[in-house]
């Protein structure tokens, strides 16, 4: 398998070609404080259900993520990762550096000083920025007061100049909302997109606003202006010739060729009991992604992987919470458990309706440059049936490995639908395998 650049922060399921995952770990080693209460973090009601974590000694961490974990490297998360204790930092990273050659962590930005760019270089240590815009735009990322809120906005986005100018280019995420990605607001949003295009940041995760049943939930769009949002920056990116690579069009690029090796965890029929894309290792033990939980008690994660929810929404109809008759359903599988009907994991996204405008959208662009999408293919029924036969087993698989096997390997690289989804070229990325935005938009 090749392995591309760490993405910090972003949940990504790596798969080799059967599909076994190579999972994400992140170390939280202040639990999940924070030195901001940010109105839509999906941590809020564990915060109130568990008390502040207090400084342990980081080789109980260290110990732990030897003996549980499964990985090829870790990221240090929260909360607010910087609240560490700068020694434990570099004990972290120490170890990370000396075990794998880097390390990685996802910060809001605000504490970045300058005994942490020594440690970032000395570590080679990978910076997420989690941060929506300049201004205004940031306001959700609450700070206890408007003032302080725009003052810890202004710091983020200093250090986040500080950080390329260092020579250390981050990745972000940013969550988009009524602040930054409304018809009002969405002028402002794509010239600063232009503006981080310019610093050399290549590497954006848009995440949509999931609702918590919190204040910050009257801030998130509708399925309908979510789609309008994402085409609108593709198509502006297209024109502007933005040199950046946001998640959510390459792995749609992707999935759409069948490429499903590389992509984040909302599009791996992701388990939330025990999810495959990331391990959560603190105190307390071993958790899996947050995301799935909305009422504030976290769970360890359980010993077997199980994949009941994609088959189950497969067989469900959609005016039950289910995927029934959908022909995105093998790209798609219901999205991420945390963002189900109705704050239950149970059903399909929420945001169905946006990913099926946006798929209807990308596939039309595919077609446009003579590239026949999955979803389209005479063989869609018999990729399906695979797929499904591997979840109702137990065992995770790629439909790029149930292409590549239909037919007992009788379905080869002259045929021209494989020869489409570039499957000759094997695991080694090319042309616009992580380009995700030249070809189509």
Known sequence: IHHPPIEVGVFLLLLDKKGES???????????????????????????????????DPSKLIEKLENTASGDYFTLFGGEALLTPIEDLETYWKYGYEKYGQNGIQTNGVLINDRHIELFKKYNVHVG?????????????????LEKTRKCTEMTWNNVKRLVKEGIIPSMIITLHELNASKKNIGKFKEWIKEIDSLGIWSIRLHILEKEDCEADKYALSPKEYAEAFIDIADFCSKENIDIEFDVFHDINSLLKGKDNYTTCMFNN??????????????DGVRGCGRPN?????????????????????????????????????????NCPGNGIDGDWRNRSEYC??????????????????????????????????????????????????????????????????????????????????ENHNDFQ
Not at 362 to 373: A, D
Request: net charge neutral; proline share 4%.
């Open 22 to 56: 190579l999972m994400t770990i992140e170390i939280r080693p202040v639990g999940i404080n924070c030195n901001l209460q940010c109105k839509y973090c999906y941590q809020w009601k564990m915060r109130e259900e568990s008390p502040a974590t207090k400084r342990k």
């Open 353 to 434: 309706e946006m990913w099926k405008i946006l798929f209807d959208y990308f596939e039309k662009k595919h077609l446009e440059v003579g590239i026949v999408p999955i979803t389209m293919s005479p063989s869609l029924k018999r990729i399906e049936r695979a797929l499904l036969d591997s979840l109702r087993a137990g065992q995770r698989t790629t439909i790029e490995y149930i292409i590549n096997n239909l037919d007992n390997n009788t379905y080869s690289c002259n045929n021209e639908y494989i020869s489409h989804l570039d499957s000759c070229h094997g695991d080694v990325p090319h042309g616009d395998s992580y």
């Open 294 to 334: 909305k009422n504030g008690v976290d769970w360890n994660k359980c010993k077997t992987m199980g994949f009941e929810r994609s088959y189950m929404l497969y067989h469900i109809p959609q005016e039950n919470g289910g995927c029934k008759d959908c022909k995105y359903f093998i790209i798609c599988r219901g």
């Open 270 to 283: 992701c388990d939330p009991l025990n999810t495959a894309s990331v391990d959560s290792i603190d105190y």
């Open 129 to 145: 920025i989690s941060f929506d815009g300049t201004g205004s735009m940031n306001d959700l990322r609450w700070a206890g007061s």
